[in-house]
């Protein structure tokens, strides 16, 4: 889920930035630090914008910079459990697809990449297919639907990582082209007993 939020910060102007906007300077700095950053409680941060900073800043003893209290706004992507998502397939391996999903990357292990029981993986060509429908396939570049059903946060050494696994194992999921093929063939009359 996509949401807006609102965060309070400093950033710190050294003495050699004292000539340049202050905006510019805060919206540089604040970019190189929120975006792209996993917070466990915000979600992963997209962009920055609507930036106010104080004009009055404070000065450090020990420091000639200046810092100056920041609030913005700022677009995070927060996975939740259950929520049904679009995204590209960016990645094939014999274990699974990742799938980008806005500004992360999911991952649908092998079993839950379609509705029947068993898929085969081609490495030649890098796709997935149906054991009983070859013509069923998933690779690299496909659009598809799916549900997220792990997510968990994990502490590395440059902060923290998101993962994300999801299912297409169920109605109305996986590739597009195969929900709007079921779609048609719900759409098509039925023929009543006794009509050909």
Known sequence: MFRVITVEDYIRVPPSAFSEPIEKIAYDQLRTSYEGRVDRELGVFITVFDIKVDKRGVIVYGDGATYHKVSFKALVFVPLINEV?????????????HVRVGALTAF???SQVMDENVVLFDRQSGVFMGEKNRQK??????VVRARIVGVSYVSTAN?????VSMTMRQP????LEWIEESLKAKKKP?????QQ
């Open 85 to 97: 998502v679009e995204g590209d397939v960016v990645d094939v391996k014999e274990y699974g697809a």
């Open 108 to 110: 649908v292990h092998r």
């Open 137 to 142: 396939r998933v690779g690299r570049g496909d």
């Open 159 to 163: 902060g923290v990582r998101l993962n």
């Open 172 to 175: 109305f999921l996986g590739k």
């Open 190 to 194: 039925q023929a009543k007993p006794g």
